[in-house]
């Protein structure tokens, strides 16, 4: 931290845990102020919002969660998340954000898709694999995380399929 920087220190997360523990090159990349919204993340990030990873935390019927993964610039469609895992979901819903604190140990709008639980399936669209970087929360609202998209998706054990929609502008 730089001297007269006021900032609080980045919390040491689950996210953070997993990546300094397999190897892989990453960049964390520090916000001046705690971001909860893609959009938000994006500006203080300094990127555009296709390089964003936003990391959505579904439930079924049966309380199985799973994680869909799409670009800031797009919208999850959870039926193709469920048509993904070949139908061993129930219909999605999006969990709540007392949901998302409990499973994924991270507040609603900083949820990453590495270091979750074991039985929390990671699905990510397919077009994360084409971007030359992304950036993902680091489970911590005052920090984000660069890394290639090849090293997150082998790092989430994520299956790709065609889980996303271009969000439409008001």
């Given at each position: 931290?730089?001297?007269?920087?006021?900032?609080?220190?980045?919390?040491?997360?689950?996210?953070l845990e997993a990546l300094e523990?397999?190897?892989?090159s990453f960049r964390l990349l520090t916000h001046s102020e705690p971001v909860y919204t893609v959009a938000a993340a994006a500006r203080q990030r300094g990127v555009a919002l296709e390089d964003m990873v936003k990391s959505?935390?579904?439930?079924?019927?049966d309380g199985r969660y799973v994680l869909g993964c799409v670009t800031g610039d797009a919208q999850l469609e959870p039926q193709a998340v469920r048509a993904a895992l070949a139908g061993s979901?129930?219909?999605?819903?999006?969990?709540?954000s007392d949901e998302v604190k409990a499973v994924t140990g991270c507040v609603q709008g900083a949820v990453a898709p590495i270091g979750l639980p074991?039985?929390?399936?990671?699905?990510?669209d397919s077009s994360i694999a084409r971007c030359r970087r992304v950036t993902i929360s680091s489970g911590d609202p005052m920090a984000g995380i660069?890394?290639?998209p090849i090293d997150l998706i082998r790092l989430s054990g994520a299956?790709?399929?065609?889980?996303?929609?271009?969000?439409?502008?008001?």
């Open positions: 931290m730089a001297a007269g920087d006021d900032r609080r220190p980045i919390r040491r997360t689950r996210v523990g397999s190897g892989v959505i935390l579904l439930r079924d019927r979901c129930k219909r999605l819903y999006f969990a709540s074991a039985d929390v399936p990671v699905v990510c660069e890394l290639d299956q790709l399929a065609a889980i996303a929609r271009k969000a439409t502008r008001d």
